[in-house]
């Protein structure tokens, strides 16, 4: 990077950081580290939610995974506005009137505290595991681009955001989304209106759109009921629902954002925001990676884009053949240039033969193109065991680096640091209440001062920053993060969810009957995970639909027993 570009990143993040830092000043109880002292208007809210959610991940990895996939990842988040509805009627009301600190603390109250601190539990162990995701994400930019070290580059990245989440709390991690947002859609805007204005003279938009189409990436909605289909409008309504209904109603990373608002209105107008700029934001984010793939039509790309892995494969006894498939990479990247080019005079003259044609012949010449990444992906994996064969998270990385002019580099990495610093915050605060409030002060010390357990969320805060950095030094198998991270959740939310729905409409059934109920549950979820071909998003639904009637079972099945 250019010293300009390290001038505007650097200015941008200690900005956020210390605004941040100065509106959360003063904390000096646990009320206030944890719950902002009920201080935050609704805009803070809603943009402390959205950016809880939009990691790094999202910046990196989404464009990637639309350049890969195309546009059908969109239909992963059709259910999140019904699930907000929902969490607004039903679990908002109940939080804001009992003043929780976490979401774990109703169940306690409902059921009994082992059932709360499972609950807990299994919060901890999934978010704890993401937390290192978020790290990683922007680590993988300076590896990229300087050649540092991924393990001190992890431990950089935690410790900024360690830094002002450990001294202020949820107050500072509220304040500094709200910066971090503004950079990150801003950032993001610019990206797009920059990839079409370096299309050539006689491209458009609706040209770039046109050429994705008949590539076959502009596949927004698959009405296809497939439970082996990652992604279809049936579980994306039905799967993303229960995923968005356990993410935003009991994921702590999320429950925090919100309890802290002025009042019960402004929490529900919030969520409520969040919901209704969800799908749009998300759409032209992936719709990014769309225009970055007509992009590279006339521009073009390299083999494999984690330069990192290439140039250990040309540095190795297999150069020679890594080259050779570059040359011929070369030669059909030339020959469908030219497919796209005649394309684009078809389209606009209306000439259907031509347009056949030149799409079978351009998807024909794209299956060339994927199986020489192939061979060049094996020839890595023959050089080196350990390599990182999946590209999609540098994909977008490549063309900001790649291309965009001496300023703008630097304020598109800022946007994907920001959003990986807005949701490691986020992360670290929940798991520090969840750690301190649910198991610590109701299972090992319950009496202590306020002053005590104030120190005591702060250790665990700096405890889980450690480990999240410690998982982002494994993450670089996880292929696309953005697919990892939502995996990772569905693994877990189900469980979660069904504990939440029993406690909600299944008055009569107990702690005891919930409990073991979901223990089952997350075995099963567990055994579908590593031994069937479900797909993960069905996961949310199977999870909490066996919570939910199972425990229901016990517990007519243990009255019947007592009879």
């Known amino acids: 990077m250019s010293a300009i570009d390290w001038i505007v990143l650097i200015a941008t993040l200690t900005f956020i950081v210390c605004y941040g830092l100065y509106k959360s000043r003063g904390q000096k109880n646990v009320d206030g580290y944890f719950r902002g002292n009920n201080s935050l208007p609704w805009y803070a809210v809603g943009l402390s939610v959205m950016a809880t959610q939009a990691s790094a991940i999202t910046f990196l990895s989404a464009p990637g995974q639309a350049y890969v996939d195309g546009m059908r990842f969109i239909q992963y988040y059709f259910g999140l506005p019904l699930a907000m509805i929902v969490i607004c009627v039903v679990f908002i009301p109940l939080y804001h009137r009992l003043k929780v600190y976490t979401a774990y603390e109703f169940l306690e109250n409902r059921f009994d505290l082992k059932t709360r601190s499972l609950a807990a539990s299994l919060f901890l162990i999934q978010r704890g595991l993401a937390a290192g995701l ?10 990229s681009i300087l050649g540092w070290n991924i393990y001190v580059t992890n431990a950089l990245i935690g410790g900024l955001v360690l830094l002002y989440t450990y001294s202020g709390g949820t107050k500072a991690v509220s304040y500094t989304q709200m910066g971090q947002m503004g950079v990150i859609l801003a950032g993001m805007l610019i990206a797009g209106v920059m990839i ?33 289909e990652k992604y279809n409008v049936w579980s994306g ?9 356990s993410y935003f109603g009991t994921d702590q990373s999320q429950v925090g954002r919100y309890i802290s608002g002025k009042s019960l209105g402004q929490i529900r107008i919030g969520l409520l925001f969040n919901g209704l700029v ?27 884009f984690n330069e990192v892995e290439t140039n250990k494969v040309l540095q190795s006894d297999y150069a020679g053949e890594y080259k050779k498939l570059q040359e011929t990479y070369d030669a059909i990247h030339t020959a469908k240039k030219e497919d796209v080019e005649q394309m684009l005079k078809a389209l606009k003259s209306g000439d259907d033969n031509s347009i056949q044609m030149l799409q079978q012949s351009m998807q024909s010449k794209s299956q060339e193109i994927t199986e020489l990444r192939s061979q060049g992906m094996a020839l890595m994996k023959s050089n080196d065991p350990l390599a990182d064969t999946n590209d999609i998270n540098y994909i977008f990385l490549n063309f900001v680096t790649g291309h965009l002019p001496i300023g ?3 304020l598109l990495i800022a946007v994907i640091f920001s959003a990986s610093m807005s949701s490691t915050s986020s992360e670290l605060n929940a798991l520090a209440s969840t750690s301190v409030m649910d198991i610590y002060k109701r299972n090992l010390k319950k009496d202590g001062s306020s ?5 005591s969320s702060k250790t665990a805060t700096l405890l889980w920053g450690i480990f ?29 969810l069904g504990i939440f729905l029993t406690a909600f409409f299944a008055k009569w059934v107990k702690g005891g009957s919930t409990f073991y109920a979901a223990l089952v549950a997350q075995s099963v979820v567990l055994y579908c995970f590593f031994f069937t071909d479900l797909t993960f998003l069905w996961f949310n ?23």
């Open 134 to 143: 978020t790290i990683y994400a922007p680590s993988i930019i300076l590896t």
């Open 196 to 228: 079409v204005r370096m299309l050539p003279e006689n491209v458009g938009f609706t040209d770039a759109l046109q050429i994705g189409g008949k590539l076959g990436h502009m596949n927004i909605i698959d009405f296809e009921f497939n439970l082996k």
């Open 237 to 245: 309504i039905i799967g993303g629902f229960f995923l968005a209904l």
């Open 278 to 304: 969800k799908i749009p934001m998300q759409f032209f984010i992936l719709l990014v990676g769309v225009l970055l793939l007509a992009f590279y039509q006339f521009q073009q790309p390299p083999l494999f």
């Open 408 to 410: 703008l580099v630097g």
């Open 451 to 455: 002053e005590h357990y104030l120190k």
């Open 468 to 496: 999240a950095i410690s998982v982002a030094n494994l993450a670089s198998e996880m292929g696309s993060l953005i697919e990892a991270v939502n995996v990772l959740g569905s693994l877990f939310y189900g469980t979660v």
């Open 541 to 563: 639904l199977l999870g909490a639909a066996i919570v939910v009637f199972l425990s229901i079972g016990i517990s007519v099945f243990s009255k019947r027993q007592h009879k």
